[in-house]
């Protein structure tokens, strides 16, 4: 498993850090985590072009974690070689309406034409893959909000939180994971 941050700020804007995405690359299987602002470009930066990511995560909708992703569905179709790769997308509830609203908004230009999108709704559950499982619990910041826990077949694991406050579900998903990639957006003095 390899680990590479894509972006590590918030909301606001910074020349010094891109808003949130992660990748993750298990053998030949390419994982991204949230799409803010500026993560295709960054994914580029990394050797990753939007047709070789396998499955696309999201720890919740606020739009400096999905911002991404209508240029990211855009440039499935229109790219210099479109899409045939099927894509897994993963979320939890509420992001097939935020999906469904998206493309209502972008009329065709979201909808898969050469490849297929898999939606699995997550919360609180696991889901295997092969060369790797998915396990997801709710954390505390909005009702769709959940954490990630990533684990290949050798039993080494990646816990990724998104935006949360103070959350037992994580402190378990997390318990005797090899890499705990913690958002914190705001100073101590702040919730």
Known sequence: MQLTILGSGTCAPSLKRGAPGVLIRINNKKLVFDTGTGTLNRLLGAGVSVNQVDLL?????????????????????????????????????????????????????????????TFHCMQDSKLDFGDFCLITKQVEH??????????????????????????????????????????????DNQR
């Open 142 to 187: 909005s009702l769709s909000s959940i954490a990630y826990r990533i684990e290949n077949k050798t039993g080494k694991s990646i816990t990724i939180s998104g935006d949360t406050d103070y959350s037992d579900n994580l402190i378990d998903l997390a318990y005797g994971t090899d890499i705990l990639v913690l958002e914190c957006a705001f100073p």
């Open 57 to 117: 995560a999201y720890t919740h909708i606020h739009p400096d974690h999905s911002a991404d992703l209508v240029s990211f569905l855009f440039a499935c179709n229109y790219a210099e070689s479109p899409r045939t790769k099927a894509l897994d997308l993963v979320a939890g509830y509420g992001f097939d309406d935020f999906l469904a609203a998206l493309q209502k908004a972008y009329s065709h230009w979201l909808n898969p034409k050469n490849y297929r999108i």
